[in-house]
T-cell receptor
Framework: NAGVTQTPKFQVLKTGQSMTLQCAQD?????MSWYRQDPGMGLRLIHY???????DQGEVPNGYNVSRSTTEDFPLRLLSAAPSQTSVYFC????????????FGPGTRLTVT | AQSVTQPDIHITVSEGASLELRCNYS??????LFWYVQSPGQGLQLLLK??????LVQGIKGFEAEFKRSQSSFNLRKPSVHWSDAAEYFC???????????FGQGTRLTINP
């Protein structure tokens, strides 16, 4: 199993540009989530999904969109990038709603200039 | 609101010395508790977890943690650290029924040779 994979590893955007961060898992996990990591703030939940076709907002959802058309994929879209979205983004998955033990991808480092 | 506090931003210990990383949480009920480790440039890896039962839990890499309900704490310990333990450590709380993890700010561990 590849586990949780994320692409790209690094990305530089200009303010106002849009892009999609890709996340995929091959463990047949129902639950997937996106976090952003900023210095001194730990990880903060952006959006999550409890299954295909079901998504919900986390702690810091503004400026981000998600969709979950398949069990495997959970892309994160930045609609109009802002410097405040400079961060490291992690995708995570877990077996189901009750398991809580999350498996993390390697992260995407995004810089918005 | 639920919160997780890791009071120490950065800790330095000598190789072979014992280690204790502190974690306190604020939550109305007993939450699910986790410790994750993040090596430089990597995603997060689960070290150990507490759901219920024995308040002293063993994890991977020789780590253990003790849940103390009276102190709302879940401190991570290791009797003798190795240079490879240098990393950032995150305490997290799983909110029952909410399928979300709330992370602390993280503690960066440096090991002196």
């Amino acid at each position: 199993n590849a586990g949780v994979t994320q692409t790209p590893k690094f990305q530089v955007l200009k303010t106002g540009q849009s892009m999609t961060l890709q996340c995929a898992q091959d463990m047949n996990h129902e639950y997937m989530s996106w976090y952003r990591q900023d210095p001194g703030m730990g990880l903060r939940l952006i959006h999550y999904s409890v299954g295909a076709g079901i998504t919900d907002q986390g702690e810091v959802p503004n400026g981000y969109n998600v969709s979950r058309s398949t069990t495997e994929d959970f892309p994160l879209r930045l609609l109009s990038a802002a410097p405040s979205q400079t961060s490291v983004y992690f995708c995570a998955s877990s077996y189901n709603r009750g398991s809580y033990e999350q498996y993390f991808g390697p992260g995407t480092r995004l810089t918005v200039t | 609101a639920q919160s997780v506090t890791q009071p120490d931003i950065h800790i330095t210990v000598s190789e072979g010395a014992s280690l204790e990383l502190r974690c306190n949480y604020s939550y109305g009920a007993t939450p699910y508790l986790f410790w994750y480790v993040q090596s430089p440039g990597q995603g997060l890896q689960l070290l150990l977890k507490y759901f219920s039962g024995d308040t002293l839990v063993q994890g991977i890499k020789g780590f253990e943690a003790e849940f103390k309900r009276s102190q709302s704490s879940f401190n991570l310990r290791k009797p003798s650290v190795h240079w490879s333990d240098a990393a950032e450590y995150f305490c997290a709380v799983g909110l029952q029924g909410a399928q979300k993890l709330v992370f602390g700010q993280g503690t960066r561990l440096t090991i002196n040779p």
